[in-house]
């Protein structure tokens, strides 16, 4: 028989360090060595497993390069573009029924998520209010760019150049606020990532902290360069100020096409999302990354539109549904979070995301809530289920420590504001792959993963 074909087409996000690389690092190993007895899949195995060029004009996944540095215990370096991993796997079931998947998994920067706001604009105009509404709707973001909301006031008929590259000025140092009270609500994401992938933290190197805001303001860039910046204007500055209008209305098109559209497309040609969230990280960091994530969420469904509904799916000529119709949230290093906690992990995952669930509840899409580690780095004490242990390389003699130490509790519920140092002692160790490269990595609840992705 031959044997039937699905193409599909999995996104993967979520914010920065939330484990979207070491996920789809594990996922892929897995199909390529699949174990029964280390993956089970009611039985079913999967074969045939075959990388294919990607169907897109995205970079290929680099899973070597990354496998390589996970079975040294090393941190995967960062992945500044958007890539894809096309493969195609055949899945058998104990009945010999046999199901052929053409497979794309993407990988996208957590980084870039917010310029979902300029995808979803085409109009530079459209993108002033949006982004100028988002950062006075929350106090933190509000309080970060009081003065440049003040500076754009100051704006008049004869205002020159150098009254607006002080407001260009003014507006990356309020995003240099935001990134350092971690609420990254940043746009353009080239003041985070540059169009040539050059992180924020590499232009911070050896600078003092007290002139981290002036050297960001000063070299990061807020479009695809130093010379084609643009910033938010309000209505009335649109109107004194004609030339800097048509200016920035040039620039915001050149990084909508250059920047925003290569990634942006992709994303949205998916058929399902798998939406990561580090909630150990989230209660480390506190409550600013936080609400970063819930609106980063938001503005992922406002620009996907996901389910039946208007601009939601869709027939296309050959009759075929396409559009979002399923969203998986997973709760990611869930074995650093010890397993009697597990049900309350369940619960903040669902708070965490129902504000983007509900706001998009009129459209008909398929929700699933899972728990996973896609590598098992750190391990319970039998009688001190409390207690977690792990390995972690020393950075001056690269030799491995041993760690051990009772972490706390996790809430019940999200809370409207608390002290992030409670949440200090949740481990964070480099992710660990077994050194031989043929060889999957030991993993919790990835299985449920792959039955989605499989199904």
Request: glycine fraction near 6%; charge should be positive.
């Amino acid at each position: 028989m031959i044997p039937f074909t699905k193409n599909k087409r999995v996104g993967v996000i979520g914010l920065p360090q939330s484990g979207k690389t070491v996920l789809l690092t594990s996922l892929i190993a897995h199909l390529r060595n699949h174990d029964r007895d280390a993956l089970r899949l009611d039985g079913d195995e999967i074969v045939g497993h075959c990388e294919l060029k990607p169907r897109t004009r995205l970079a290929r996944f680099p899973f070597e390069q990354i496998r390589q540095r996970l079975g040294q215990r090393l941190w995967p370096t960062k992945t500044p573009e958007a890539t894809e991993y096309r493969s195609r796997n055949l899945r058998i079931n104990p009945k010999q029924r046999r199901t052929t998947f053409d497979l794309s998994l993407f990988d996208f920067p957590g980084e870039r998520l917010v310029d979902l706001i300029i995808a979803d604009c085409p109009r530079y105009d459209d993108w002033c209010e949006r982004i100028l509404h988002e950062l006075t709707a929350n106090p933190r973001f509000e309080d970060a760019m009081a003065p440049y909301r003040k500076a754009l006031r100051q704006l008049t008929p004869d205002s020159d150049a150098s009254a607006v590259e002080e407001l260009i000025l003014e507006y990356k140092r309020g995003l240099a606020r935001l990134v350092m009270d971690q609420a990254p609500i940043v746009t353009p994401s080239t003041f985070l990532i540059t169009k040539d992938g050059q992180p924020v933290r590499e232009t911070l190197i050896g600078v003092p902290q007290d002139q981290w805001i002036e050297k960001l303001a000063a070299e990061r860039p807020c479009g695809v360069s130093l010379e084609k910046q643009f910033v938010p204007l309000d209505a009335e500055s649109r109107t004194a100020l004609p030339g800097v209008l048509k200016e920035f209305r040039q620039n915001y098109a050149t990084y909508r096409r250059q920047v925003v559209l290569p990634f942006a497309k992709p994303l949205k040609g998916c058929d399902e999302l798998l939406v990561l969230a580090d909630i150990p990280m989230l209660l480390r960091v506190g409550p600013a990354l936080r609400d970063s994530q819930v609106k980063v969420l938001e503005f992922v469904f406002d620009y996907l539109k996901p389910g039946f509904g208007r601009g939601g799916r869709w027939l296309n000529k050959a009759g075929l549904v396409g559009g979002v119709r399923r969203v998986t949230f997973v709760a990611t290093k869930s074995d650093c979070v010890p397993t009697g906690d597990h049900d309350k992990l369940y619960k903040l995952l669902k708070q965490l995301t129902q504000t983007a669930v509900k706001k998009h509840g009129d459209r008909h899409f398929q929700k699933e809530y899972l728990s996973c580690s896609a590598v098992y780095s750190v391990e319970a004490d039998g009688d001190e289920p409390r207690r977690l242990t792990w390995q972690e390389r020393d950075d001056q003699t690269g030799k491995l420590v041993r760690f051990s130490r009772v972490v706390p509790e996790l809430p019940s519920n999200w809370k409207q504001d608390w002290n992030p140092s409670d949440f200090d002692l949740f481990p964070n160790p480099a992710p660990w792959m077994p050194p031989t490269s043929d060889s999957p990595p030991d993993h919790v609840c990835l299985e449920k993963v792959v039955q989605h992705i499989l199904s």
